[in-house]
């Protein structure tokens, strides 16, 4: 295991990462994955401690990689369920989340539909004086950093297999395709593919692709480096795809169609769904990533997410596991051990 020295006790956002925190995150997650390929797929690293998720969004994949993240590490996880809790009774979030610290909770994975809450949480906590490390699993239209720290795991084991480092993506160009403004994985993706040199191109219908929508990102320094963000976007799909290394396509929500920001899914499909003949224009080697659940024939044609010659989809899930656990050792073990050598 890596002994880098972390920093972070809570995990909010991307924005803030250093070279370093992305070098650490990836290598810790390489030996949490060599130790899911054993038989005996359980460490103790975490036992004794308590896990809360606090899933206030229905979730599948996040929720259930991270709940078998924090097993696989021997925590007790504590899950909590908004329907049947006492949010129905009038019980605020942040009493919700002062009631599982009353239960020992050590770590809380906090996933809202609104922007800023595991923020709130965890500043909350703070000022208690909790020493709780808050995991943001996802928050409105801010950030997901646990997926975009698997899909960086994805990307730099399918470019060094043997030796996954974040050195292997610089200078690749990555596309992500879709509804980049209102997607938290783009948002988490920018900060991290970027911070490790890739070139980073957008494109996406106007409606969900605003003009100035990069600018944001391309005038955030990187922590600890003095290089710009490489970013373009671009309002058609062809010169996104221009020798792309790789190609992230993003959900398309439902509820657009009922806002009046697409005028349907065909042309949708038409004008930006990623599709056989549409890949020859990036380079022979291609891979395609999605955070799924993927609607088929809208976002990818199901002829591509089916195929493992070019769909990483399987292997994003298979490293959110890794990533996860990572996550979970690193504020779980490092925040307190560094409290107890600063008390």
Known sequence: MTETPWHHRHI????DFSLADYATVTQTAVSFRDVLSRRT????????RVVTTLFFEPSTRT???????AKRLSADVLNFAPGSSSLTKGETILD????????GAEIMIVRHRETGVPQAIAAE????????????????????????????LTLCTVLNPDKPSIEALRGKKIAIVGDILHSRVARSNLWSLTACGASVHLAGPPTLLPLNFAEGFRNSPIPG???????????TLEPALADADFVMTLRLQHERMTQHLLPSLREYHQRFGITRDRLTACRSSVKILHPAPVNRGVELSSDLMDDPSLSLISQQVTSGVAVRMALLYLIGTRSRDAALLNA
């Open 125 to 152: 906590l703070d000022r208690m004086g909790a020493g709780v490390g808050v995991l943001n699993a996802g928050d409105g239209q801010h950030e997901h950093p646990s997926q975009a720290l698997l899909d960086l």
């Open 63 to 69: 929720r259930s990689s991270f709940e078998l993240a």
């Open 12 to 15: 909010l956002s991307l924005r």
């Open 225 to 235: 480096s003095a290089e710009p963000r490489a970013i373009a976007q671009h309002d």
């Open 96 to 103: 919700t989340a002062k009631t599982y610290l009353a239960m």
């Open 41 to 48: 797929k359980k460490v103790p690293t975490l036992q004794g």
